[in-house]
């Protein structure tokens, strides 16, 4: 490898480096140690120490050439090698190509420059592909060559980044080099001829976590099967931390999550994943979580700043975030304030000529924001014009006062028209349509109209034809319309919070850019209004931003998805009556329609998750507060944003966030966690806790409450609410003595929460059916609650919650693979001889295989991604080129001249189906068979190899390549007389059963399949078909290669052939019994068997029994006679009836797995 021109002191050098060529300017030298007897002794085990630690590409590369200048100690290092052969050929270059050049220069000087520039050039043509992205290419370049010569992955493998840092083995720290890539984390260290070499799957990491402990201060902990791993000793612990983190979630995304995966155009190509883009893609998530903005928006500058707060008049430091369309500002301190201003608000920016460098953005609404202290505020301005198209002010002297004071002089009374006049007349024309001034101050007539106005018809159109199908109010205010006549103390309170939040949006200003203060927290704590409960709803969880960017998108789902029957519509249509079936707006036609419509909508819109329970529960709730369409923008926030994954089969956000509420307990209620034996508990209560926002244990008047919190704070409200409640009832807990007991107190508690101001009738809610007097027990105000769940546990960050998600999240998803594993090998285990423990590493093996082919090899055409949704057995099948890998690493028959025939073989004869697929039941079946089976099922088993369906002639394309199968042949003969048939055969299928359409599950098919497969395992062996002639000859060729290399060849050689020449005199008899005519002519070309002592000899007759005529009768043999006679030769039957080690065949093919897949 070329590398950049460094001085090296040679007359330091000599003492670690050996000469070994040399010339009038270049000189080749060899590292002291390598390539010597003993490995250089104890000078060799020293130097070879000191280039681990101190990251020397020696370590991998022992040779380089020197650049020397005459008459001078100092010399460039130009070139490395990691063997002799490398270096001699970039010696030989330079030799031919350099050498006769320098002789032509005067000066020493110019020698040297002329060198620097042609390595340089070399460098710049060989990486300019691969490390243009790269912080520093030349330090990357060696680094990608230490890993490659150290771990010998694959090319495809690509390096992220790499670190200096401290592997614990045991007590003793062990100073190396830590790689992460895209699919492995890897370290390497040498220490006094102590090599440590660790390779590590990104999705076999269960744990990842940074600890702290009275050794080691502060490292990184991985757990991967079952092993504990720590990493300590790093310069950035948090940066490395955050990209192992995204690392890992890559893997889990690509595994588990294939359409998000194949979604997105960075993960999809893992040669575009670097370590700056994955910080990116980190920051661009937290930002999007904590703003609550759609997941397409990626973070695109950060800038420290100050922003002027009018109503508190001071400026608050915090930062300023930009993506592509919106402008975000967070205050230092998260909770004192924030703001979101979508670029399609902005009316105008400018800038201040003074010297505070300030922004000045306008917005509609009368709202205008001053950031100052900017730095590089005016490119800043520049580039913000030019996303949102916007304008400066036409005065720039006043704009700045007009900015600053425009919402407080709308809001109070103006002195004189004429002084309102020089205000708005400074503003651009669409300033004043936005304000509600222009039909007061400038007239203005029809032709003036801004085309961009088009649009705006356009939405009010869309919005006006879905309200012909749609509800255009909530449920709330057509079934409860609040009686301003008759105001009794609860609804006068109502009224008082109204007017409580009238006053906030007249300092904050209302809408999705309002400010967003302490005192925003405080009011929704106290409960939103009912009358304002759907607009900051839609406000709090950004679904305001889901709808202003789709108009129309509602009504044309719900048009689209009209009429639709399908599993998820059943689904549906049975849980409609069942959400809040006590509440008169479910009830009726009405509420129930539209509970129909938005489920549905949303079905269609998202068919991966399409519909799961306690949906319809969270969907009724919105209802009641929000317009239909806002309701179904509210459910796409909470089920792709707000709560990732909840809505599916396995309920994997559910289950992590539960994880998450474990480890809170364990944190801030100690004596909780001492007292319970067993932490599940807290996850079977609070499973429906996390899934429904507690509205299906809470009454709904106090559960709207939580549901205000949720939407304002996300997930970290319902933690802290839970925890409140079980630090509510911890002297209740503590004192039970069972679960049952523990859930029964909690039940109680859950009836005896009220909300004293809810203004709903008593005959909606549901905690004023027990009287206080009948109620023994003390009843808890909701509000009292959630405001001592914020005071108490108010702390937790929003960083902690994510980080604790992103390390649970890598928990579950292991623990319910550990599940999947169980009930796989349970199913197996009870039709193979195997043990449970040969089973386990079976399983491992054969799942590695196939996620190898998920890292290299992304656009597979017949691979299935992992589905949960299937059954087990079905959720991991491979292909016939994985299984190819696996039968040369696991068969006994793996030493076969023809193995990738047989492995073809056995692969088309385990693929019943006929999908090109085989899933570990298949694949075990086999295996077991090899090991375990009988003499009579081990001869069963290469009998039907060489028999239809399995067998099918085998033509090699490049015989220089002898017996061995490209993947293309393999691929293809695998699919021959298979693929076709198969799906005619499920398009016909699909075609006569309307089941299948609906997606229902087809009994009958199921009871067929169990049926087969009971009758499978009484299949006798006269029901197999006979062999005809060139199958036996095929078969008789692979006896011969399986007896080749045994130590009883000549034995086994010679007992073959009395077999093979038995069965054609039998043969013979028979066929002249019934021909006599043509007996002889069948038996001509192959009785020259019997005589054949060696393998070579036998295959010259029996290839020419193929091209004999077709009208001649052909021989044949049944599976009984081939049996009968192979029993009579009792080599034979001790070959196939000796014990062979499966334990070390599974382990040599653990530790070769990954190199075999390398070699390929």
């Not at 202290?373 to 005065?395: D, H, I, N, P």
């Not at 890292?855 to 080129?881: A, F, G, M, R, T």
């Not at 009958?1004 to 299949?1019: C, F, G, I, P, T």
């Amino acid at each position: 490898m070329w590398l950049k021109p460094e001085e090296v002191l040679l007359k330091n050098a000599l003492k670690l480096w050996m000469m070994e060529r040399s010339n009038d300017y270049f000189v080749l030298q060899r590292r002291r140690g390598y390539g010597e007897e003993g490995g250089g002794g104890l000078t060799g085990l020293l130097v070879g120490t000191l280039d681990s630690v101190l990251d020397s590409t020696a370590k991998v590369a022992p040779f380089r050439i020197l650049h020397q200048t005459p008459d001078s100690q100092v010399y460039l290092s130009i070139a490395c090698g990691a063997n002799r052969e490398e270096i001699t050929k970039h010696w030989e270059w330079l030799e031919e190509n350099i050498m006769k050049t320098l002789s032509v220069f005067d000066s020493n000087e110019d020698i040297t420059n002329f060198v620097q520039g042609k390595i340089r050039g070399l460098i710049a043509e060989e990486g300019k592909h691969s490390f243009a992205k790269e912080d520093d290419p030349e330090k990357f370049r060696e680094a990608l060559l230490k890993f490659e010569k150290c771990f010998g992955l694959p090319e495809q493998e690509k390096l992220v980044t790499y670190y200096s840092c401290s592997y614990w083995k045991g007590r003793v720290p062990c100073q190396g080099w830590l790689y992460l890539s895209t699919n492995f984390l890897s370290f390497y260290s040498f220490l006094l001829g102590s090599e440590i070499k660790l390779i590590i799957s990104w999705d076999a990491i269960s744990k990842l976590e940074k600890t702290s402990n009275v050794i080691l201060t502060e490292s990184i902990h991985v757990c991967s099967q079952g092993e504990n791993h720590y990493f300590s000793m790093f310069l950035h612990i948090n940066q490395t931390y955050l990209l192992m983190e995204q690392l890992a979630s890559y893997a889990i995304k690509r595994i588990f999550d294939k359409e998000t995966f194949d979604n997105d155009p960075v993960l999809d190509d893992p040669l575009q994943i670097t370590k700056r883009g994955l910080e990116n893609r980190a920051h661009s998530e937290q930002f999007n979580a904590f703003f609550r903005l759609p997941k397409e928006e990626t973070l695109k500058e950060v800038h420290e700043c100050f922003l002027w707060v009018p109503f508190s008049h001071f400026n608050t430091h915090g930062k300023m975030c930009i993506s592509e369309n919106y402008i975000c500002f967070a205050s230092q301190d998260g909770n004192l304030c924030s703001v979101i201003i979508p670029l399609r608000e902005v009316l105008a920016i400018d800038e201040t000529n003074d010297s505070s460098k300030s922004v000045i953005i306008s917005v509609k609404g009368k709202t205008a924001f001053r950031f100052s202290e900017v730095k590089e505020f005016e490119q800043l301005v520049a580039k913000l014009r030019l996303k949102c198209g916007a304008t400066s002010t036409q005065y720039h002297d006043i704009s700045t006062e007009v900015c600053l004071s425009f919402c407080e002089q709308c809001c109070s009374e103006h002195k004189g028209c004429s002084y309102l006049l020089k205000i708005v007349t400074s503003f651009p024309l669409n300033i004043y349509r936005e304000v509600g001034l222009v039909n007061h101050v400038v007239p203005v007539s029809s032709d003036s109209v801004d085309p961009s106005d088009d649009t705006e018809v356009q939405s009010l159109t869309c919005q006006r034809e879905c309200s012909k199908t749609v509800n255009t109010e909530a449920l709330m205010t057509v079934f409860h319309p609040q009686n301003l006549e008759t105001l009794d103390s609860k609804m006068l309170k109502e009224k008082m919070k109204e007017q409580s939040w009238n006053i906030l949006f007249s300092e904050c200003g209302r809408g999705v850019s309002m400010f967003r203060t302490k005192k925003t927290r405080d009011l929704v704590v106290r409960g939103i209004p009912e009358t304002l409960r759907g607009e900051l709803w839609m406000l709090f969880s950004g679904a305001v931003n889901d709808m202003a960017a789709n108009p129309g998108y509602y009504a044309e789902v719900v048009e689209q998805s009209l009429g639709t029957c399908n599993l998820a519509t059943e689904e549906i249509e049975r849980d409609l009556r069942r959400s809040l079936p006590e509440h008169p707006a479910f009830q009726s036609d009405t509420g129930i329609s539209a509970l129909r419509r938005v489920l549905t909508a949303y079905a269609f819109r998202n068919p991966k998750i399409g519909y799961c329970q306690a949906m319809n529960i969270l969907t009724s709730v919105l209802l009641l507060y929000a317009k239909e369409e806002e309701a179904f923008w509210l459910l796409v926030a909470v089920c792709e944003r707000m709560l990732p994954d909840y809505f599916n089969r396995r309920i994997i956000g559910a289950l992590v966030d539960q994880a998450v509420f474990e480890e809170l307990i364990r944190d801030h209620l100690p004596q909780l966690t001492e007292h319970m034996t067993d932490m599940t508990f807290f996850s079977s209560v609070s499973l429906s806790w996390f899934l429904t926002l507690f509205i299906s244990v809470l009454p709904i008047e106090s559960a709207v409450n939580v549901v205000d919190c949720f939407f304002y704070d996300g997930i970290k409200a319902i933690l802290q609410l839970g925890l409140a409640i079980l630090d509510y009832n911890l002297d209740k807990l503590l004192a039970c003595k069972d679960d049952a007991e523990a859930v029964t107190a909690l039940n109680r508690f859950f009836n005896n929460v009220t909300n004293k101001d809810s203004p709903l009738p008593s005959s909606v809610q549901q905690g004023s059916n027990v009287s206080d007097e009948k109620s023994s027990h003390i009843r808890v105000d909701i509000t009292d609650l959630i405001r001592e769940s914020n005071e108490k546990y108010g702390n937790i960050l929003y960083e902690d919650i994510h980080s604790m998600r992103c390390r649970n999240r890598l928990y579950v998803i292991q623990t319910l693979e550990e599940t999947t594993k169980q009930n796989v090998l349970r199913v197996v285990s009870q039709d193979v001889k195997l043990s449970l423990h040969e089973l386990d590493e079976l399983y491992v093996i054969f799942k590695k295989e196939l996620f190898f082919s998920y890292y290299w090899c992304l656009s597979s055409p017949v691979l299935k991604h992992h589905d949960p949704s299937l059954p087990y057995l079905e959720q991991y099948q491979i292909d016939c080129q994985q299984f190819r890998v696996l039968y040369h690493l696991l068969s006994p028959w793996a030493h076969s001249a023809n193995r990738d025939s047989l492995a073809l073989w056995t692969f088309r004869l385990l693929d019943e189906n006929s999908d090109c697929l085989i899933n570990f039941k298949e694949f075990s079946s086999a295996i077991d068979i090899m090991y375990n089976g009988s003499f009579t099922e081990k001869l069963k088993l290469l009998f039907k190899l060489h028999i239809s369906p399995a067998y099918t002639e085998v033509q090699y394309k490049d015989p220089s390549k002898g017996d061995e199968l490209s993947k293309e042949e393999l691929l293809y003969l695998s699919q021959l007389h298979v693929s076709k048939p198969a799906k005619e055969k499920e398009a016909n299928s699909a075609k006569n059963s309307p089941e299948k359409e609906k997606e229902k599950v087809n009994i009958q098919a199921y009871l067929s399949q169990w049926q087969d497969e009971l009758l499978k395992k009484e299949e006798n062996i006269k029901d197999l078909p006979r062999m005809n002639q060139s199958q036996f000859i095929q078969f008789s060729k692979t006896l011969y290669n399986l007896f080749h290399g045994d130590p009883e060849e000549e034995s086994l050689y010679q007992a073959i052939a009395v077999v093979t020449n038995l069965l054609l005199r039998m043969e013979e008899v028979g066929r002249k019994l019934h021909s006599p005519t043509s007996a002889m002519k069948g038996l001509s070309g192959a009785v020259c068997v019997s005589g054949v002592p060696s393998e070579g000899q036998a295959e010259k007759p029996l290839e020419k029994e193929p091209s004999s005529p077709r009208e001649e009768p052909q021989w044949s043999f049944a599976f009984e006679q081939i049996l009968a006679s192979l029993l009579n030769e009792p080599a034979l039957v001790k070959f196939f009836e000796k014990s062979i080690d499966l334990k070390a065949k599974l382990e040599n093919a653990k530790t070769s797995q990954l190199s075999s897949r390398t070699k390929k």
